[in-house]
């Protein structure tokens, strides 16, 4: 111990570790990576802000300017926010040219389609796209001071046709029922609208509320509507059928004027029903120029049979106008038994002859006794079709 004390210091000490030398080569390599890593990145940043400083400016669209007066859309004009519905023979002009023997030569020649933009073309030339059918086709349409009133097209498309509901085409017996006086109460035209099967032909009376709106609801639920013109009776005026009722005494031209303004109340319908009239279809003189007109706007005239003395037929057949005549009016008394007995005796009258019509107001007990009934007439093999089946056709005999 005490030759420790005296001994040097560190001079006991065992060898330890040599020291090592700093890698000043590798330092100086790490760093030189990191430089050369940070210009790289430094110069993929600037490269990139470069690039997207000019271009986004120059790619951005500009926010368009206000147009002066932009021309209206063929949707648009019409009023609809669908495609418009065109004639497929929209783009043709046609000629129609009758030879010395009574033959009509018909020429085609190209023509450009009003408008602009995507349309639909409507090749249905019987009944109507049910998804399109409370919209008019246009091309069946023509303004007039009292509306837009009903016409056959440049292709010769009538809207007896256009708005006609198929039916099977099918030999058998067949039934056509109209119910008629929509839109004079309400709560009673919803009513019949939604519980009559949609085979029920309808009949709106232009003295009624809210046409338009009824006739789309019918139109969607599938029915085939008709319009109701006032007709004088008999017992006029103390029997008056409404405003703007075609007279005997009226000239044929405020007739005519008369019948413009019930047919510019709605739109779709493929034919005109009397409602009263007992007096005017008895008189030649006054139903010729009306029947005429109805007949060149494509439609059907349905006789409701009220009057046995009616000359509607005749002359329908002398003007070649598509024509209907009810064989009974089912709900004269109006208790349910007695509308069913009555439309028993119509099914009798369709098996002796091929089809029958009946005709019947919008009547809670007749609405009830029609829809009942005609539940179980398919059952006994009766096809119950639309009116415009029914009518005697000169185009279609």
Not at 77 to 92: E, F, I, M, R
Not at 153 to 169: K, V
Not at 312 to 329: N, R, W, Y
Not at 338 to 351: G, H, S, V
Request: a neutral charge.
């Amino acid at each position: 111990m005490g030759t420790d004390l005296h001994a040097p210091l560190g001079q006991n000490r065992g060898p330890g570790r040599q020291r090592r030398s700093i890698p000043f080569g590798r330092i100086l390599g790490g760093f030189c990576l990191i430089a050369i890593a940070g210009f790289s990145l430094y110069s993929a940043l600037l490269r990139d802000q470069l690039q997207k400083t000019r271009p986004v400016e120059t790619a951005k669209k500009e926010d368009p300017a206000p147009p002066a007066k932009a021309k209206p859309t063929t949707a648009e004009q019409t009023g609809q926010t669908g495609l418009a519905q065109v004639d497929p023979q929209s783009g043709a002009n046609t000629t129609r040219i009758v030879t010395g023997d009574g033959s009509v030569v018909t020429m085609f020649s190209p023509n450009n389609r009003d408008g602009s933009g995507p349309v639909l073309i409507n090749a249905n030339q019987v009944g109507q796209d049910p998804r399109m059918a409370a919209t008019p086709n246009d091309s069946l349409l023509e303004d007039s001071p009292f509306g837009k009133l009903p016409i056959t097209s440049a292709s010769g498309l009538r809207p007896m046709d256009q708005y006609a509901r198929p039916w099977s085409g099918a030999r058998g017996t067949r039934i056509a029922i109209v119910v008629s006086g929509l839109g004079l109460s309400q709560t009673g035209t919803q009513r019949a609208i939604e519980k009559l099967p949609e085979e029920i032909t309808l009949a709106f009376a232009v003295s009624g509320n809210s046409l338009q709106r009824w006739m789309q609801e019918a139109r969607r639920g599938g029915h085939e509507i008709l319009i109701q013109v006032p007709f004088e009776p008999f017992d006029y005026p103390s029997n008056n059928p409404g405003p703007d009722t075609l007279l005997t005494s009226f000239s044929a031209a405020r007739n005519i004027d008369n019948l413009h303004k019930a047919m510019g109340k709605i739109t779709n319908y493929t034919g005109v029903m009397n409602y009263l009239g007992g007096r005017f279809l008895a008189n030649p003189s006054a139903m010729e120029p009306v029947l005429r007109d109805i007949g060149k706007r494509g439609l059907l005239f349905l006789d409701d049979g009220s009057s046995a003395q009616s000359k509607s037929g005749m002359l329908a057949k002398t003007l070649e106008v598509p024509h209907a005549f009810a064989d009974i009016q089912l709900d004269g008394e109006l208790q349910q038994d007695a509308i069913l007995r009555k439309l028993d005796e119509l099914e009798r009258i369709a098996r002796r002859n091929g089809s029958a019509i009946g005709v019947a107001s919008a009547f809670d007990e007749s609405v009830d006794a029609i829809s009942k009934w005609s539940e179980e007439a398919a059952m006994r093999g009766i096809e119950i079709v639309a009116v415009s089946a029914l009518a005697d056709d000169p185009k279609h005999p």
